[in-house]
């Protein structure tokens, strides 16, 4: 599995941005996708992450009501669009896909966790200015 993420770039505090990973290999909509985050010193945090139908969204508390995951399982894609972005949103974002055959929609504790991703793309670094 190879996971290609893009859209990232330089935006004004207040702006928008619209992050893409693309995903080959096994069948997409096997997946749960993610997205992390990590700021320069900082440890790899998570963002968001959407069931395989896109049923179900996860959002970490400090992107909920300005960042929203989707998917689109005939393009193989997962999309997060970022809205009234913040100089603290600066950071590599990274796309994560976990392979999921159970029938339920996983815990959101699980999501949260780097550890519990088998598959990770390189990062897109967004920079928001001040």
């Known amino acids: 599995v190879q996971l290609q993420a893009s859209g990232g770039g330089l935006v004004q505090a207040g702006g928008s941005l619209r992050l893409s990973c693309a995903a080959s290999?096994?069948?997409?909509?096997?997946?749960?996708m993610g997205w992390f985050r990590q700021a320069p010193g900082k440890e790899r945090e998570f963002v968001a992450a959407i069931s395989r139908s896109g049923v179900r969204t996860y959002y970490a508390d400090s992107v909920k009501g300005r960042f929203t995951i989707s998917r689109d399982n005939a393009k193989n894609t997962v999309y997060l669009q970022m809205n009234s972005l913040k100089p603290e949103d600066t950071a590599v974002y990274y796309c994560?896909?976990?392979?999921?055959?159970?029938?339920?929609?996983?815990?959101?504790?699980?999501?949260?966790?780097?550890?519990?991703?088998?598959?990770w793309g390189q990062g897109t670094q967004v920079t928001v200015s001040s």
């Open positions: 290999g096994r069948t997409f909509s096997s997946y749960v």
């Open positions: 994560a896909a976990k392979v999921w055959s159970e029938s339920i929609v996983p815990y959101a504790d699980s999501v949260r966790l780097q550890g519990w991703y088998d598959y």
